[in-house]
């Protein structure tokens, strides 16, 4: 019988090593030394190798919303955050309408879809909306995918999953499993561990999941792959650099974080302020001046109306 989490079968506590990270020998990155080159090397375009960490910045909500609040033109709203991020998380369509292709960000290409919110009944039941070979034309660092584990269709996403990490390893491109997570089901570190541990298992290179207030560390510490948090629901800038601030500090190898930052009053004020939690070894309330400092600088600088 497996050992299942709070079942009365449990012989002993659960022991996840919080503090002792895990090895990856001759590489910077968690779980990834015995990659082949290209995919290493596309992998340190994402991360940063001087901490392991990275920056990515999500606007690929229109795949299932539309022109979602902040992303009505990306041109206008995303194109200045550009220069402060690590990598881009983008649908094909906006990478080619919209980023210059002289960019030198890694991308990271949504590579799942097929609903929307105009059946929100139905957004677990999602297929492969991107080719590997058009993965590769676009140059992708990364292909996401939305895994809906403990949802009707869990079987079929994670064969969604499973399928793409098949194609993309043939190429060297890494595969990240996104954690989706619907009204039924739990935002808790049980579940967590369970879909990042299950995501990793069945090869995924690198895993996005949800922040939790509790035992956060031991979900990155029981998955063997990197671990970046989503920003999730627009929050208060101060919240928003805590929870990045945390994760790193419990284990995530960064965020991939959206409407926290190009939802929020002075973006480019919160896309710097997030790097330098994430990337310069700010505390989250001196990231929080340097947003309110770069916000008053913006304003000064803002040609006056009639």
């Not at 709070?6 to 996840?16: F, L, M, N, S």
């Not at 309408?97 to 957004?123: C, D, F, N, W």
Request: overall charge negative; proline content about 5%; glycine content about 8%.
């Amino acid at each position: 019988m497996a050992d299942l989490d709070g079942t009365k079968q449990e012989k002993k506590d659960k022991e996840y090593y919080t503090d002792l990270p895990q090895e990856s020998p001759g590489y910077f990155l968690k779980g990834s030394h015995q990659y082949d080159w290209g995919l290493k090397n596309r992998l340190a375009k994402v991360f940063n190798p001087k901490n392991g960490r990275t920056i990515m910045l999500a606007f690929d909500h229109g795949y299932f919303q539309g022109p979602t609040t902040g992303l009505e033109r990306v041109d206008q709203t995303i194109l200045p955050l550009e220069p402060y991020c690590d990598c881009l998380m983008l649908t094909r369509g906006i990478q080619r309408a919209v980023i210059p292709a002289s960019t030198q960000k890694a991308i990271a290409l949504r590579a799942s879809g097929g609903t929307s919110m105009a059946r929100p009944e139905y957004l677990s039941d999602e297929v492969l909306a991107c080719s590997i070979e058009e993965a590769v034309r676009l140059n992708a660092s990364v292909l996401a995918v939305q895994v809906f584990i403990g949802s009707e269709h869990e079987k079929a996403t994670i064969k969604n999953m499973t399928t793409l990490i098949d194609e993309a390893n043939r190429y060297g491109i890494a595969v990240m499993g996104v954690v989706a997570v619907g009204t039924s089901m739990e935002r808790t570190p049980k579940y967590f561990r369970l879909a990042t541990r299950i995501m990793a298992e069945l090869g995924c290179h690198l895993v996005k999941c949800y922040h939790t207030d509790e035992e956060f560390d031991t979900i990155t510490s029981c998955c063997p792959v990197p671990i970046v948090i989503a920003g999730g629901k627009k929050r208060p800038e101060l919240d928003a650099l805590k929870m990045a601030y945390y994760a790193c500090e419990q284990g995530a190898s960064g965020v991939d974080m959206g409407r926290n930052i190009f939802q929020s009053d002075a973006p480019v004020a919160m896309m710097r302020a997030v790097r330098g939690v994430v990337h310069e070894g700010l505390k989250p309330e001196e990231g929080y001046q340097m947003y309110q400092d770069l916000k008053a600088q913006e304003t000064e600088a803002a040609p006056a109306t009639a």
